[in-house]
């Protein structure tokens, strides 16, 4: 099998429009919750939220391009742009068969949706729908302008696993360069669900949190107090390289990708299994895959979402892999960057390997008491980074439907 490393990262999100000042704010535990202000949310119990800031799509698409797609794929263009700089490839020498794009999205074209039924809706005599509805909105339109903006003609598709797509992508391109299938991939994921339909749904189903009038602590895993997630929004890129090739060019490499694994609870629509039975094979997969131990993972992020149910499956799953291993820490970031659906675990896939970079656990934020029920053998960092030498981390991702998807980086070593 050929070894894979990323070598490009690019992002947007509610913490910052590139990976610079993204990290440094998740270093610093800043947190993006807010009231919601795209839309009027006083009719729904749940109010917060976590926004992408100061984005302009014209800055760097054309007229015509803004016209014709939904936000989620302008998103996913930004992010894919910075780690296609990153990357600094030299695309006129490369075989553009052999650069592919896998995306993964959760949802879709919301916005495009409700706008062109509400407009179809409320038209005159004679209503139409704009011509570009439909490409708009489907979930695979992303990677395919993607692949458009840098003239990539290799496997490009659209994986769909709710909020564990990020990581179904990052596995797939993964397993596609091992079997010599591509030299390379821009993989992860986007998502821009804060919309009146989508976040209204979520709303009713009294999946997010509604403490309305302190939105920036909203979002607290493992606080006894949490009431739910906080949605949040945009997009991360990952540039995934055979090593070889990366090695021959002279690319900057970040990490090695070693271990990837999905699951299924096969137990509820939208709850995981009490036990994380399903998360925990995910887990166990991936270290077997990577040749490796539990204890040989130094940091993992975690899912977590911030609901009482999914945060303790997780640390159940947890405690069934890793038992008493005192090297690992776990936390989970959503709590500052809120729940970006199917670009969570882009983003936090990117996370993981920045601590690996830096050497540094990013904190739980917003945690004023411990929910008691929390294993007392997992050390959680809480409310402040932690700095500690990272070999190894993990990311796990989960979602709607029962898919469980885990992902595992380490520093790289040349052989």
């Not at 990357?87 to 949802?107: K, S, T």
């Not at 994921?189 to 749904?201: H, L, P």
């Not at 690992?328 to 199917?342: A, C, D, E």
Request: net charge negative; hydrophobic share 40%; charged share 20%.
């Amino acid at each position: 099998m050929k070894r894979v490393v990323v070598t490009g990262l690019g992002t947007i999100n509610p913490l910052g429009n590139n990976i610079n000042s993204f990290w440094e704010h998740i270093k610093a535990g800043k947190n993006a919750g807010q009231i919601i202000s795209r839309f009027d949310v006083s009719k729904f119990r749940s109010q917060v939220g976590c926004q992408v800031q100061d984005f302009d799509p014209a800055s760097f698409l054309d007229r015509a391009e803004v016209k014709r797609t939904d936000l989620f794929t302008q998103y996913a263009l930004y992010s894919a742009a910075e780690a296609m700089a990153d990357a600094h490839f030299d695309l006129e020498a490369m075989d553009p068969f052999d650069i592919g794009v896998i995306w993964g999205v959760g949802q879709g074209g919301m916005q495009t949706f409700e706008t062109e039924v509400e407009n179809y809706v409320n038209g005159d005599y004679n209503p139409r729908f704009n011509p570009f509805f439909i490409p708009k909105l489907l979930v695979n339109m992303a990677s395919g302008l993607i692949s458009m903006k840098y003239g990539l003609r290799g496997i490009n598709y659209t994986p769909v696993s709710a909020c564990a797509t990020g990581n179904t992508a990052i596995m797939d391109a993964f397993n596609y360069i091992r079997l010599g299938k591509a030299k390379a991939f821009v993989t992860g994921g986007s998502e821009a669900g804060i919309t009146r339909a989508s976040y209204g749904g979520f709303s009713a189903m009294k999946a997010m949190s509604t403490r309305n009038d302190d939105p920036e602590t909203a979002s607290r895993p493992f606080d006894k107090n949490r009431d739910g997630f906080v949605m949040g929004e945009g997009a991360g890129a990952l540039i995934l390289e055979e090593y070889e090739h990366a090695k021959a060019r002279g690319a900057k490499i970040y990490a090695e990708v070693v271990g990837a694994a999905m699951t299924a609870d096969a137990y509820h629509m939208t709850s995981p299994h009490p036990e994380g039975i399903g998360a925990a094979k995910a887990m166990e997969l991936a270290i077997e895959e990577a040749g490796l131990s539990p204890q040989d993972i130094d940091y993992l992020n975690l899912h977590a979402t911030s609901t009482p149910v999914g945060d303790m499956a997780e640390l159940n799953a947890v405690q069934k892999v890793f038992g008493s291993n005192h090297q690992l820490h776990v936390s989970s970031t959503k709590s500052m960057t809120g729940h970006l659906l199917g670009a969570a675990a882009a983003i936090e896939a990117i996370i993981a390997i920045k601590s690996i970079n830096d050497n540094i656990v990013p904190a739980t934020t917003n945690v004023t008491e411990l929910d008691e029920a929390v294993p007392a053998d997992i050390r959680i960092v809480i409310n402040q980074a932690l700095e500690k030498n990272i070999d190894v981390a993990m990311s796990n991702a989960f979602g709607f439907g029962g898919h469980n998807a885990t992902v595992i980086f380490k520093a790289i070593a040349d052989e």
